[in-house]
């Protein structure tokens, strides 16, 4: 297996490229443009040789601007016990999260959806756990129920691809998207029985 450019010779240096290009993507995407690598290299006051030895092409470049931070929990420092105040709270940061970082998370849900593509690295499930820590409490009291396929739902109808539709298509302003989400995450909550 080939030992990737960066980690050979002077890696300070390399690992400062390196970001240089992952913070002109992100720049770029940030102003609603979707780079190419020499776009991104040109951007940084890189020369695009140098750049595709960091990025073979435009999917590898937009997978690695995409958001790195994964805190283990959405949840507050110290959490309620009610399911629907945990909920709340992690709904809320969840899109906050989501707002933050939209346009890395519109590139990677584009990535998703090209016929055949791998699975971007950005999409791998951090909001089901985060939500189903929300949810932990019913566990107790609806031992019988499956509180994982609740967070699933839950998930579904408040992440990415929600608020897509929600601030593309219904034409909800930010706020009206996030008090959606909201209401759609308590309804399913409810719904369960919690």
């Known amino acids: ?98 707002f933050e970082w939209e346009p890395q998370l519109r590139a990677s849900l584009r990535l998703s959806l090209e016929p055949g593509a791998p699975r971007p690295a950005l999409r791998q499930g951090r909001a089901i756990a985060w939500i189903a820590e929300a949810l932990a409490p019913l566990r107790a009291t609806h031992p019988d129920r499956d509180v994982n396929q609740l967070a699933v739902a839950i998930r579904s109808a408040t992440g990415i691809e929600t608020l897509v539709w929600l601030l593309d298509v219904a034409g909800q302003s930010r706020d009206e998207a996030t008090e959606t989400v909201l209401g759609t995450a308590r309804a399913l909550l409810a719904a369960f029985g919690g």
């Open 1 to 98: 297996m080939p030992v990737p450019y960066e980690s050979t010779g002077r890696t300070q240096q390399k690992s400062r490229t390196r970001q240089a290009l992952v913070d002109a993507t992100r720049e770029l995407l940030a102003r609603g443009l979707t780079p190419q690598v020499e776009e991104a290299a040109e951007h940084a006051g890189v020369s695009r040789t140098t750049a595709y030895r960091y990025f073979a092409n435009q999917r590898a470049l937009l997978v690695a601007a995409h958001p790195q931070l994964a805190p283990e929990s959405l949840l507050p420092d110290d959490p309620p016990d009610d399911p629907r105040e945990r909920l709340d709270a992690v709904i809320r940061a969840f899109t906050r999260y989501n």
